[in-house]
């Protein structure tokens, strides 16, 4: 554990490095106990400096060196100098040659970063500042260099060796060892580099190129997980085709691998020529993985690919820029997806989640801009900010530049720094050529957290026939951060008519109408906006396809939500007047559940959703999406404090009273759907994905009626489903109703099917960890005594501790507080073992402040004591100082 105090480190601290890796030569010799890694650097002082020598400091950490040469001289003890986390040694020319031999022990790596292993096979992870516990080097993103590197490995247990780029040479050891060397052709930071070796057998795939390159396509799995391939690697073919039509991007090796493994700490990494998977983010087929598995892996798979391009073509200059390349690429994976399926499904689903999380984030303790100015831990930066509203910072400049422009702009930025470190502000300088504006006052997005407001009024004058809409901004303080300047937003919008159409939109100074929906250009705190030619008093649809990441604040009634929800011709916005006027019918019961054991809800919601369900044309993946309840993450997320047992109760009532109340249209809903789920073969193609998320949400309704015809109906797509999305559901369905029988039965069958496939039983942890009956603490702690249970397996810890503490309202939220103190037990117990797991399991715990004062007191009291448990890691430290002190 570490003995100095962690540092902040600040983006204004930015120099450039003193020198630099033209050439880095790395022989790996693994053993079963440990590893000796060679290292060979070809350096020069950085020629954009001065002609001084300053010492040269190497990172390394964990690392026991054992031989050192400087161009050919071994040093001794007194000759270089070694801290904890550095090798500082003295250059005596402007070129020279420094080679260490270091001593590192994989098989006692649990904290999955740097070379490790992983069910048999090493495997590396080395981003964000993973390399140095490989070897001593210049580890960070600006560093960029040439690699060569030879793996050496016992050839029964490691028959395959790998690392980046082409093959170039192969041989034979003595006893039974053999090597394979790799040349990466393109220089690159150390954080993409990769090595793997292990048993693995691989399915083989080839891609041609727009300009005519054939290149082989790998993917290196287990033996048995040789049948979960194909959708994988669909998914990269779709991607490598896409990236070339929309973006202009091709590959650019002769060679492209995949390889899965079982511990992982995210969800993939595009290390160049040969990235990692976490196995549950690549390997599927029907039997054994949902439908919304299959969908996580195809824009998994193609974020992945697409940094190729974004993100290691063109790399960060330090991590500060970290957006730079994740922003820019879920905002890519995102249209992908949206190309690749419904785009209005897809849009939901992000968004969704946005407001549930990135918000969540950005009003919390760990809030920070989507460029940070300082960090503690980097690996604490991997966040919903970074990426997902780094990626809607990138959609709106999509919005304000329109697609021809926004291309011209990436095309710009591609070829201006091909093979560079660069910084947002680069990024953006590419779309302000392109585009010739101004986006000085846009780079706000960069530099402010927290989430605007967007408060809307508007008034209608029916004999000047004029319409004015008036528009504030303004965004909470935020730690470090007060009196935020205004943000420019793309505020899209429509009037709508009395007969739901959109009418046309013509500004006081404009001579006719141009359009029927525009994108208002929100710059200042207080803004007006005038229409002129409006016929009749409007009904406004505004912030049509969440066109900003911020909170749109207009007082629409119940009745005019009732109406967007039906005739907004904005397919967003739909849903959005829908997931409206669903909190607002919860929001009231949860008011009265403190005064009332028989609360009363507004029938608008089953009126609306009852003609909703018996409209034919309405596409099932929209109607799927509507009568989904707003989640009680999201709705927590709208009360200052909250009380979670009230919501998640007013929530169950509202579900309960529709179930009730539609039952029937449901029930005739639902078998119609079952009987072609029966009557087609699986495929995870849209159209099928929607009516099986219609029908899986229709019976979680109907269970809830507790009819045991409905029982019996459950029971059986549990039994004969050929895939994994109706069975997974309706052993959901099962495990959260009061038909524990059935449940207990189910969940040993299953089970017993699935007990040798470790991303099946993390599915059966999870429904079972989430399930919100009394008693789940409980169930929690049995289940972290099963034998498939591993404590080590960042899976297996998402599955059941994620899952409860994230998804299991009821129980984790007890009013005893046992919920609250078991997290805080686990993040203590994993700090020791993998500290990134550890600062990200205890995330709901940090949220403390948005809940009622009792809660609050609870989740302190947590806080301080892991706080207090020891020798922290400096992850853990950074999150428990920043939530602390808010
Ligand atoms: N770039 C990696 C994330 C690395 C996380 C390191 N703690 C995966 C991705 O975003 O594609
Ligand atoms: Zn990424």
């Known amino acids: 554990m570490r003995t100095e105090q962690p540092k902040m480190i600040a983006l204004s601290d930015y120099r450039l490095p003193d020198y630099l890796i033209d050439e880095t030569h790395l022989t790996f010799e693994l053993h079963e106990s440990y590893a000796l890694v060679h290292s060979r650097l070809l350096m020069q002082r950085n020629p954009g400096l001065d002609n001084s020598l300053p010492p040269l400091v190497l990172d390394g950490q964990q690392l026991e060196l054992i031989d050192i040469e400087l161009d050919g001289q071994q040093l001794s ?45 090493f495997c590396t992870q080395c981003e964000a500042e993973g390399f140095r516990k490989i070897t001593y080097y210049l580890d960070r993103p ?60 691989c399915v083989e795939d080839t891609f041609t190129t727009k300009s005519g390159r054939e290149v082989v396509l790998r993917m290196y799995v287990e033996p048995e997980n040789l049948d979960k391939c194909q959708h994988g690697m669909d998914s990269l073919k779709k991607a490598m085709r896409w990236d070339e039509e929309k973006y202009g991007r091709e590959y650019d090796l002769d060679i492209f691998m995949i390889v899965a493994v079982n511990d992982f700490n995210m969800g993939a990494m595009e290390n160049k020529g040969l990235n990692i998977f976490n196995s549950s983010c690549v390997l599927a087929k029907a039997e054994s993985a949902t439908d919304a598995a299959h969908q996580r892996i195809e824009s998994i798979v193609a974020h992945e690919y697409f940094h190729n391009w974004s993100g290691n073509r063109v790399t960060c200059r330090d991590w ?25 499904v897809k849009r939901i689903e992000d968004v969704a989640y946005l407001r549930t999380h990135q918000f969540a984030e950005d009003a919390g303790p760990m809030a920070h801009p989507v460029r940070p100015e300082q960090y503690m831990e980097i690996s604490n930066f991997y966040t919903l900010t970074i990426y997902e509203k780094g990626a809607e910072v990138v959609r709106m400049l999509h919005t304000l530049l329109g697609e021809e422009t926004f291309r011209k702009g990436s095309d710009l930025y591609f070829e201006r720094h091909d093979g560079q470190a ?63 300047l205004p943000f420019v937003i793309p505020l899209s919008m429509a009037l709508l008519n009395q007969q739901g159409e959109a009418m046309p939109l013509q500004f006081e100074d404009e001579s006719v109408a141009i359009a ?90 089953v009126a609306v959703f009852t003609a909703l369900l018996e409209q034919d044309d309405l596409d099932p993946a929209m109607l799927a999406e509507i009568i989904t309840l707003p989640s009680v993450g999201y709705i927590i997320e709208q009360y200052e404090q909250a009380d979670p047992l009230a919501i998640h109760q007013a929530r169950e009532y509202v579900s309960d009273q529709l179930a009730y109340a539609l039952k029937e ?58 895939n994994m999305t109706e069975r997974l559901a309706a052993l959901a369905c099962l495990v959260n109703s009061p038909f524990t029988e059935e449940a207990e039965h189910a969940l040993e069958s299953f089970s017993e099917r699935f007990e040798d496939d470790p991303l099946v039983m993390d599915q059966w942890f999870s429904v079972q960890a989430a399930a919100t009956l009394p008693g789940g603490l409980q169930r929690v702690q049995h289940l972290l005594a099963h034998p498939a249970f591993s404590i080590k397996n960042p899976n297996k810890v998402r599955a059941v501790i994620g899952a409860f503490s994230t998804q299991n309202t009821p129980n984790f939220h007890a009013h005893d507080g046992s919920g609250y103190a078991f997290l805080a037990d686990k993040v203590i117990e994993l700090d020791a073992l993998n500290p990134q797991i550890a600062a990200r399991i205890i995330t709901p715990l940090t949220r403390w402040q948005r809940y009622d004062l009792h809660q609050q007191e609870l989740m302190l009291a947590q806080l301080k004591r892991i706080k207090n448990s020891g020798d922290l890691s400096v992850d853990l430290f950074e999150v428990l100082e920043k939530s602390l002190s808010a």
């Open 77 to 121: 003890v007194i000759d270089y100098k070694l801290t904890e986390n550095s090798l500082q040694v003295q250059p005596k020319q402007r070129a020279f040659e420094l080679s260490t031999t270091v001593r590192i022990e994989p098989q006692k790596n649990t904290a999955l970063e740097g070379l490790y292993k992983s069910s048999g096979m």
């Open 142 to 201: 600006d560093v960029m260099s040439r690699f060569t590197t030879t793996i050496h490995a016992q050839k029964h247990s490691y028959p395959i060796l790998l690392s980046n780029g082409n093959p170039i040479a192969e041989g034979e050891d003595d006893d039974g060892r053999h090597w394979v060397t790799w040349e990466d052709p393109f220089k690159k930071p150390a954080y993409l580099f990769a090595i793997v070796a292990g048993d693995l057998w």
């Open 320 to 344: 500060f820029q970290l957006s730079l390349k994740e922003g820019f690429t879920v905002f890519r994976d995102s249209q992908f997806s949206a190309d690749m399926n419904s785009a209005v």
């Open 422 to 484: 660069v910084t947002c502000d680069d990024f953006i300088a590419a779309m302000e050529s392109a585009s010739g504006m101004d986006l000085t006052q846009f780079k706000r997005w960069y530099s402010q957290a927290g989430t605007p407001q967007l408060a809307v009024s508007d008034s209608y004058d029916a004999a000047t026939q004029t319409y004015q809409l008036t528009v504030k901004q303004s965004c909470p303080d935020t730690p470090g951060q007060t009196n935020k």
């Open 516 to 605: 029927d929906e525009r994108v208002l250009s929100v710059t200042a705190a207080e803004q007006t906006f005038t229409f002129i030619n409006v016929a009749e008093q409007p009904l406004p649809s505004l912030l049509r396809g969440f066109s900003a990441p911020v909170v749109l604040d207009y007082d629409y009634s119940r009745d005019q939500l009732v109406f967007l929800l039906q005739h907004d011709t904005d397919g967003f916005n739909r849903w959005e007047a829908g997931q409206q006027l669903s909190l607002q019918v919860i929001e009231e019961v949860v008011g009265q559940i403190y005064e009332t054991d028989e609360p009363m809800m507004d029938s608008r919601l």
């Open 665 to 722: 249209p449901m029930l005739a809903r639902y078998q119609v759907l079952r009987k072609e789920s029966l009557d087609t073969p699986y495929v995870a193609q849209a159209s099928d994905i929607a009516r099986r998320r219609l029908q899986n949400i229709l019976l979680a309704y109907l269970i809830r009626t507790d009819d045991l015809d409905i029982l019996d109906e459950c029971v059986d797509q549990f039994g004969v489903a050929d």
